[in-house]
């Protein structure tokens, strides 16, 4: 179980019940070591939409809880405990649901909320493509004005939630001279003529994601389902990124604990030359080390959840709970395995999964040279802005 850290105090009492909703589900439903095919993955989404789990943001008048980002990120947290893969797809998920219970036209969110409350239709948010995924501003696929509506041509590629998702977020470039400003956000659903998945990604550390892509062809959609209209595509898509830099740090944090709570077991009762590993110094450093960059990846995303919660500006501190998560939760995991002798890398015990995931969320809504690029860019920015004050 995480330790929810200084800003616990932060939920209200429906909040609280939520993360502990998510605790029982993580530990009645998950297990970090059973492999997810497609139909028990549906099976679980709609039993943690049944509890609740989707609706964290969504407004409580269109059925959802109306709860805090930093509510949200707890129970990413929890979830991780038991499957992070799962708990991934889930909050891609919710962000869609969210998302269109913010922005959407009202007949969207009429045929789209309920039945994605309920988890009969599952959504995901399509940024990268298979020529772009850092320079999201690069992408190709296309949106022309055609009919009362827009048609939309091109891919998408490493989509979580594409390999099973109905309701896809697509962000579609309408006016290439534009740059950023010409991106939008549509609604596109899996039924529409000239959608086509494309076969799921297998790689190690994608497990229970749904990790997948597809191609747009002539794919026409109606006025309604422009989620965001050119203009203001690009900077509701990094917003939503930011706050997922935050959840996946959290995220990272549940991993590590994993591994450390796995390895201080192992070590505590295994014995060579007449005492226990743990008390070896060279193990039981190893393992302090990991219990540190555990709490200090805790707070960097708990704080920037906070941030995100008071309505600041969490760019920064959102880059920088994910940059210090990609940096230290693969190398924790690692050691965690290390002091575990060969039985760290056992399948029973779990740690070569949690590695898988740890690493797979570094690409996840940014990698960590995509985070030092945002700190630098806003310190330089900073200073440029103050030798600018100082010579007026
Ligand atoms: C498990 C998983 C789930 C995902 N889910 C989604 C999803 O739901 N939706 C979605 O849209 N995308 C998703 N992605 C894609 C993810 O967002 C991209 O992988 C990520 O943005 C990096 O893009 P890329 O893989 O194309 O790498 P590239 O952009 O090609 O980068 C390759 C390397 O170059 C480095 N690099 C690039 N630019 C710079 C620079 N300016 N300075 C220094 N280094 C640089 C990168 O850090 C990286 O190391 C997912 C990926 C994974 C692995």
């Known amino acids: 179980m995480s330790g929810a850290g200084p800003f616990h105090a932060t939920l209200s009492p429906a909040e609280q019940r939520l993360v502990e909703g998510a605790q029982r589900f993580a530990t009645d439903d ?12 549906l099976d679980l989404l709609r039993r943690a939409c049944h509890a609740g789990l989707a609706g964290i943001e969504v407004p409580q008048a269109m059925g959802g809880a109306g709860a805090s980002f930093y509510t949200r990120m707890r129970v990413c947290e929890e979830l ?15 962000n869609i649901i969210a998302r269109v219970a913010q922005s959407g036209h009202p ?9 994605m409350l309920a988890g009969t239709r599952v959504g995901c948010t399509a940024m990268t493509e298979p020529q772009s995924g850092s320079d999201f501003a690069a992408m190709q696929t296309r949106a022309v004005r055609s009919n009362g509506g827009w048609v939309l041509d091109g891919g998408k590629a490493w989509i979580t939630n594409a390999a099973f998702a109905d309701v896809f977020l697509v ?15 549509f609604i596109v659903l899996a039924e529409d003529d000239g959608f086509k998945r494309s076969d799921a990604y297998t790689a190690s550390g994608i497990e229970g994601m749904g990790v997948g892509g597809f191609e747009l062809k002539d794919c026409w959609i109606p006025e309604e389902r422009v989620l965001y209209a050119p203009g203001s595509g690009f900077r509701s898509a990094m917003r939503g990124v930011n706050q997922a830099r935050v959840h996946v740090a959290a995220m990272n944090a549940s991993l590590v604990e994993q591994a450390l709570n796995t390895a201080l077991e192992y070590t505590t009762s295994r014995r060579a030359f007449n005492q226990k590993i743990a008390e070896f110094q060279g193990i039981g450093w190893s393992l302090a080390d990991v219990a540190t960059h555990l709490h200090a990846m805790r707070l ?12 600041e500006d969490a760019q920064v501190a959102a880059a920088m709970a994910k940059k210090y998560a990609n940096d230290h939760a693969a190398h924790a995991i690692l050691a965690c395995m290390q002091a575990m002798g060969a039985q760290g890398m056992t399948q029973e015990s779990g740690l070569a999964r949690l590695l898988g995931w740890a690493k ?6 940014g ?14 920015k900073r200073i440029n802005l103050k030798r600018k004050d100082a010579e007026m």
């Open 30 to 41: 998950l297990s970090p070591i059973t492999g997810l095919d497609i139909p028990t993955h």
């Open 80 to 94: 991780a405990n038991g499957h992070a893969g799962f708990a991934f797809s889930l909050v891609n998920h919710h």
């Open 107 to 115: 007949e969207l969110q009429r045929a789209m909320i309920a039945p």
């Open 171 to 185: 962000y579609a470039q309408t006016d290439p001279d534009a740059g950023a400003a010409g991106i939008a956000g």
């Open 300 to 311: 960097l995303a708990h704080s920037a959840a906070c941030t995100i919660d008071a309505g």
């Open 360 to 365: 797979a969320f570094c690409y996840t809504d």
């Open 367 to 380: 990698t960590p040279e995509m985070m030092n690029e945002r700190i630098i860019r806003n310190m330089l």
